[in-house]
């Protein structure tokens, strides 16, 4: 995205050019600073409380498992083969 808008800058107008530096700039500031830095300070800080979850929201939510542990787990349970 940062290339995108920097191309702006090659356009004749300045109204666009501006705009393309200014975007390029807000993209690049975020991708850097607040994402790379401002993000993982916080959520540090906060602990597993960072990753607190309402029982109203968890109940709406499907029950995703992407890695198939709950399967493999299925699997190897003796008390679960016929």
């Known amino acids: ?19 393309g530096f200014a975007l390029a700039t ?9 994402r790379m830095t401002i993000v993982p300070a916080v959520m540090t800080l906060l602990g597993r ?7 109203w929201l968890d109940r709406l939510l499907a029950d995703v498992d992407v890695e198939g542990e709950k399967l493999r787990q299925h699997l190897d349970d003796p008390l679960t083969d016929p």
């Open 49 to 55: 409380s960072a990753w607190w979850l309402p029982r």
């Open 26 to 34: 807000a993209v690049l500031f975020d991708a850097l600073v607040v």
């Open 1 to 19: 995205m940062i290339s995108v808008f920097a191309g702006f800058l090659l356009a004749p107008d300045a109204v666009i050019k501006s705009v």
